[in-house]
């Protein structure tokens, strides 16, 4: 399943956490699909590659972001990213 919410946390001189809900941008970025398909086609015809077999392992690494944190800190600051 993709990632449907993410979270981003920061601490430093100003402290927030910001939630947000992937699922939406999902949903901005499904009509767009239709769209690039006949390209991811062609561009599959002329490396000869199988398209489907591509589509198939980005959507697997969409769904592998999936518990991904990611923490980034320096001297009085820090950015945390976790990815639900």
Known sequence: MIPLLA???????????LWLPLFLVWLLLLPFA???L?????AALFIRADAWRGIG???S???AT???QV???T??????LHIF
């Not at 006949?38 to 062609?42: D, E, N, Q, R």
């Open 7 to 17: 979270v981003i946390g920061v601490k430093g001189r100003w402290n927030f956490r």
């Open 34 to 36: 239709p769209l690039l």
């Open 38 to 42: 006949p390209f991811l086609l062609i």
């Open 57 to 59: 392992a980005v959507f």
């Open 61 to 63: 690494v969409l769904c």
């Open 66 to 68: 999936r518990g991904t």
């Open 71 to 73: 923490e980034v800190a």
């Open 75 to 80: 001297r009085g600051h820090s950015l945390l």
